[in-house]
């Protein structure tokens, strides 16, 4: 069965309107430009694109992953950005607080530095930027304080795609996360809030394939990661929660996700993403 038919396949089955790809070390970049753009002239301020650009020829985009807590941003959204500056966009990883609590031995403060430490080196492996917000781990506020720090954080990196958390999750941080980016893209993209950069559009913004969010995720976008799987998973090991040193085993759950994901998607190694509702219209012409 070759891709062409492969996908339409999988698309009958409703297992994901789209397949992206992007060709390994020395390749072709494959389609990866038709879903994940800037945004567009004409687009409303604080609105992201609606699809119309499907078709055009592949090119990098800045990407931004925020997430509730560093190994969220690499585990669940880093192979995303990996696809993106192995094309040549500029990545960043925006944590909104370090995860300090997440260790039952070693103390928060020590183990918040572990985790800043682990995220820069990480991001330096995936050739990106590791910022952090100092909202403490399990306390994250959903206030317009931290929506508009998020909101300036994309405003200065300009990112033209933007993952983070899905709303359906049982974890309460994720759940502001979700709140927070949601907010934060819509003020970003608005010219009449005046803040110390102008205004930025978010071409788009997927939500990532989580284990913790997981309650109504449903899987339309598939990335091809085949080319960036192993640089990711080593960004991933500079964590020492990577190997379920706090009693889940992300190494073997991601690894094995981006093989059956692979399977799903007709690649060897993919992952899934959830496309937020309103970025699937499309307007068709109809002459």
Request: a negative charge.
């Amino acid at each position: 069965m070759d891709n062409a038919t492969r996908r339409n396949f999988l698309k009958d089955l409703g297992l994901g309107a789209a397949a992206l790809s992007v060709a390994g070390e020395g390749g072709r970049a494959g389609e990866i430009g038709q879903s994940v753009q800037a945004g567009q002239a004409g687009q409303m301020p604080g609105r992201p694109a609606t699809g119309e650009s499907a078709g055009e020829a592949a090119r990098p985009v800045n990407i931004m992953a925020i997430a509730a807590h560093p190994g969220d941003a690499f585990f669940a959204m880093g192979a995303a950005v990996a696809v993106q500056t192995h094309l040549g966009g500029r990545g960043a990883f925006l944590s909104l607080s370090l995860g300090e609590k997440g260790s039952a031995t070693i103390p928060p403060a020590r183990y918040g530095q572990m985790q800043r430490e682990a995220s820069e080196r990480a991001a330096q492996t995936l050739g990106a930027r590791a910022l952090f917000l100092d909202y403490p781990d399990g306390e994250i506020p959903v206030n317009d304080e931290a929506k508009f720090a998020v909101c300036d954080a994309i405003r200065e990196h300009k990112p033209g795609v933007i993952v983070t958390h899905w709303r359906g999750s049982w974890h309460k941080d994720h759940q502001a996360c979700y709140a927070i980016a949601n907010d934060a893209i819509f003020y970003a993209g608005l010219p009449a809030i005046a803040r110390n950069a102008p205004a930025h559009n978010v071409g788009q913004r997927f939500f990532a394939d989580n284990w913790e969010d997981a309650t109504g995720f449903v899987a339309d976008t598939y990335l091809d990661v085949g080319g960036v799987f192993d640089r990711w998973i080593e960004a991933c090991a500079a964590f020492p929660m990577w190997r379920g040193e706090n009693g889940f085993r992300y190494d073997d759950y991601y690894i094995s996700l981006g093989v059956a994901r692979g399977c799903l998607s007709g690649f060897e190694r993919a992952i899934a993403l959830m496309s937020a509702p309103d970025q699937l219209t499309r307007r068709l012409h109809s002459l």
